[in-house]
């Protein structure tokens, strides 16, 4: 029996269009949450699970991660990249071309870059070993768009999106984190762009060992919309720590910060500001008496006046 994945592909590479203003200077998986990027927190996940060193694959705006990693390491981890070019090849294209960085006989994760979560993923190891599947995906029945259908008497996945079964009705979401097995990467074309779902699709068609496994504890969030950011702020929020302010960053002792709010590395705020729920990222600079709320300020940005849920 394999031992637990010590390998990870975090998926960094869609182009994040749903941000629009957010991702015109850095990718999604970059983009800053609690005043730390994104995708470290995927790191920090994974790094409890057992994972030693993460692969990434990039597109838009890939210089990015070389700025915010450039000694190509995390917390002492190695950090590998692989670069699609000149277009993003999606979730199977990305995995394929990333073959060479992956394990040729060990399982691995494959991590979407765009999620916050802190499921207990042991649990789907665990099953996965014990179905003996090729892939195993992460399931819940809660927290987004139920686009799966599951058997949980065998364990094996039935169906996504209606394709194959239109009468079958999906309980479950798909969380985008799941387990691989080397011998899957056979199934996926070289240099084509080619989402996962057709492959999978595929392997339900052969009654393949595609397996699944249902972990509705803990929270797990998409961050897709700027929507979707900030409330993840605020229930973090309500765990306690907030507001953030990071090493470095100038906030004047008459300014303030209500709720939700995180202050970058570098940015300032001047004195008379009022801050609620709003994300400031390293950089940003805020006027005096400037009022903000429900804001996201990208990095290196001058914000003056009254601004209400927009993205500066």
């Not at 996965?128 to 927290?143: F, I, P, Q, Y």
């Not at 079964?165 to 984190?177: A, S, W, Y």
């Not at 998409?222 to 900030?230: F, K, M, P, S």
């Amino acid at each position: 029996m394999h031992s637990a994945p010590t390998t990870a592909l975090v998926l960094g590479a869609g182009l994040g269009t749903r941000l629009k203003t957010l991702t015109q200077r850095l990718p999604k998986p970059l983009l800053p949450v609690c005043n730390a990027p994104l995708i470290t927190k995927s790191f920090s996940h994974l790094q409890t699970i057992g994972v030693e060193r993460f692969v990434i694959n990039t597109h838009w705006q890939a210089q990015a991660y070389q700025t915010a990693f450039p000694d190509a390491s995390w917390n002492g981890l190695p950090l590998s990249f692989s670069h699609e070019f000149p277009e993003v090849l999606e979730t199977a294209g990305g995995l394929k071309q990333a073959e060479s960085l992956l394990p040729s006989d060990a399982p691995f994760w494959v991590y979407n870059g765009d999620i916050f979560t802190d499921l207990p993923l042991e649990k789907a190891w665990t099953a996965h070993v014990a179905a003996g599947n090729e892939v195993t995906l992460v399931l819940r029945s809660k927290d987004g768009p139920l686009q799966v259908s599951w058997d949980a008497a065998s364990g094996r996945v039935l169906d996504l999106g209606r394709r194959l079964k239109p009468d079958l009705t999906p309980e479950f979401l798909f969380t985008g984190v799941y387990l691989v097995e080397p011998a899957f990467l056979k199934r996926i074309p070289s240099g084509i762009k080619l989402g996962v779902v057709p492959v999978f699709l595929d392997m339900i068609r052969e009654k393949a060992r595609l397996g699944a496994v249902v972990i509705d504890e803990g929270q797990w969030w998409d961050l897709g919309t700027r929507e979707q950011i900030l409330a993840l702020h605020t229930a973090l929020a309500g765990q306690g720590g907030a507001p953030w302010i990071a090493e470095g960053a100038g906030v004047k002792g008459d300014v303030e910060l209500v709720g939700a709010t995180a202050i970058g590395a570098g940015a300032t705020i001047a004195e008379g500001c009022v801050l609620e729920d709003c994300l400031v990222w390293p950089g940003a600079a805020i006027t005096p008496n400037s009022k903000l709320r429900r804001c996201i300020v990208t990095g290196n940005t001058l914000v003056s006046g009254a601004h209400s849920d927009a993205d500066l």
